[in-house]
């Protein structure tokens, strides 16, 4: 017994570790190598980020690209992006490389650089969406010139050991893997070429190598219990309730408040549960045949505005989706068979920016749910999410027992039919 308690444990961290999405099974972002061209001492690759994660996208201030070179490889060039450091490349007389480290860290450039500098699909500050909002706008490329590489493909050597950060920790990088040659259409469209060798190398994330605690929460209400159910204390971790920042204070007047800081790190609004973001879900009606909720996502992070910001729900109406105000919405079905899932994302220049903290850092929705007569009911919280992703990072949502319950009066009904029946139906439930 005790094995397979312990075989369990091992393998839910497996999947952890592994970074095993249940609504997103087979996402993950995929960078490819395509050779252009061999060059007298190595060759010209288009290095391609395809992101393939329906609702995590990479935000501001992007990704950072980091491989080991397998042999003595330098980098000539780079168009469409850039690495953070030459390195030492003293070796060199006359033209000198763009980087000689052996461990190169590429960035993407910022929008806005000439003409001749941009590569297809660059220069967007390392910025991009997810599969399931923008799927052109879900990739990142530049090009690459390696010198002192083989100059064939069966003397190159594949890089190892890649590593993305977007931004933050959290993906894992598998080893790259020669692959069947990318083939590309002509601008005319008329002639097919191909690549002269390709590689991929796919990389997965992790919300459990990302970061310790949570970083979003979740509260409820509804229109038949008063009482709020607020999320969690500490859902996301009190270590910076000592640098946290009351909704008053008059620092918050100061110029500059709102610059983000170079490492990224928060400015929270002082809350028990210290998250920069809370999801909160509201059920607002009730309809013979529909019903109502409504969704607020509030921003407590003074120096964070979330462009292309998403939000997951799991609950069993979400086939029912009626109508969805001021979000888009879009139904994800990881499962053939299950379509319990859904992702809501701003529209376009309406609310596609969750602000900064302060009156204007909230999104809302309305969705309308058909009721689904065998399933539906207000009872034990059923009305609730059961599942809460915000930018791809699962929320904390509170204990069961704290979700604003029916009052007992509806239970009353049931008295009044006579006792055998209720005492059959008992005795049905405990047989089923
Ligand atoms: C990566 O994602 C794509 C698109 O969802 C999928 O076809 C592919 O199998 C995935 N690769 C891995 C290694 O999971
Ligand atoms: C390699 O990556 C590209 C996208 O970057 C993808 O379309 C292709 O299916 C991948 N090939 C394999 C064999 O995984
Ligand atoms: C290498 O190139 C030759 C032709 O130049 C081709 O026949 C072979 O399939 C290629 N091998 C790989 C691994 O791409
Ligand atoms: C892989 O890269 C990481 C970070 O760049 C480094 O810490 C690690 O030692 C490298 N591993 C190998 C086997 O090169
Ligand atoms: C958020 O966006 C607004 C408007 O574009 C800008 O004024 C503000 O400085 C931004 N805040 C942060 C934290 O970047
Ligand atoms: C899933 O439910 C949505 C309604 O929310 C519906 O539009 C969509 O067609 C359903 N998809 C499948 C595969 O059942
Ligand atoms: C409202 O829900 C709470 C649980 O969150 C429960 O303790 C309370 O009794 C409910 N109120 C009524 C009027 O049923
Ligand atoms: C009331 C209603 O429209 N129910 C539908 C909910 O969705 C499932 C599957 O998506 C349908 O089978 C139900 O008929």
Redesign the pocket.
């Known amino acids: 017994m005790r094995f397979f308690i312990l075989a369990f444990f091992l393998l839910v961290l497996f999947y952890y570790a592994a970074a095993y999405d249940p609504l997103d099974p087979t996402g993950n972002i995929t960078i490819k190598w395509d050779i252009m061209s061999w060059t007298p001492d190595g060759y010209v690759a288009a290095v391609t980020m395809n992101n393939f994660q329906m609702y995590r996208h990479i935000m501001s201030p992007g990704w950072t690209l980091?491989w080991?070179w397998a042999k003595k490889e330098v980098i000539w060039s780079v168009v469409g992006a850039q690495t953070t450091e030459q390195g030492d490349c003293s070796k060199f007389k006359g033209t000198i490389p763009h980087c000689c480290k052996k461990?190169p860290?590429v960035v993407d450039l910022l929008p806005g650089v000439p003409y001749n500098q941009q590569f297809t699909n660059c220069c967007k500050g390392g910025v991009v969406a997810a599969w399931g909002q923008d799927p052109s706008a879900a990739v990142s490329a530049f090009q690459v010139s390696v010198g002192q590489a083989g100059t064939s493909n069966k003397t190159v050597k594949l890089p190892?050991?890649f590593?993305l950060l977007g931004p933050g920790p959290g993906y894992t990088c598998g080893p790259a893997k020669v692959v069947p040659s990318t083939a590309f259409l002509t601008p005319d469209r008329r002639r097919k070429t191909q690549a002269l060798m390709t590689w991929n190398v796919t990389c997965t994330y992790s919300q459990f190598l990302a970061r310790k605690n949570p970083s979003c929460c979740v509260s409820f209400s509804s229109f038949y219990n008063d009482t709020i159910t607020p999320c969690p204390s500490c859902a996301c971790g009190c270590q910076n309730k000592k640098n946290c920042v009351k909704s008053d204070s008059k620092i918050l007047s100061m110029v500059g408040v709102n610059t983000p800081r170079k490492d990224n790190a928060p400015l929270l609004q002082c809350t028990h549960h210290m998250c920069p973001i809370r999801v909160h879900w509201h059920v607002k009606l009730n309809y013979k045949d529909y019903w109502r909720v409504k969704i607020s996502v509030t921003n407590f992070n003074y120096k964070m505005n979330y462009t292309l910001w998403t939000l997951v729900a799991q609950h069993p109406n979400l086939n029912n989706v009626t109508q969805v105000f001021s979000f888009d919405y879009k139904p994800l079905v990881p499962y053939q068979s299950i379509n319990d899932t859904g992702m809501f994302y701003g529209m376009k220049y309406f609310n596609d920016i969750l602000m900064e903290a302060g009156p204007l850092g909230n999104v809302q929705s309305e969705l309308l749910l058909e009721k689904d007569k065998d399933t539906f009911t207000f009872k034990q919280g059923w009305a609730f999410p059961r599942k809460v992703y915000f930018n791809g990072d699962e929320c904390m949502l509170p204990p069961p027992d704290t979700y604003p319950f029916l009052p007992n009066s509806a239970y009353k009904n049931l008295l009044v039919y006579p006792k055998w029946i209720l005492t059959l139906l008992f005795v049905l439930i405990a047989i089923w």
């Open positions: 980091g080991t461990t860290t190892k050991n590593t």
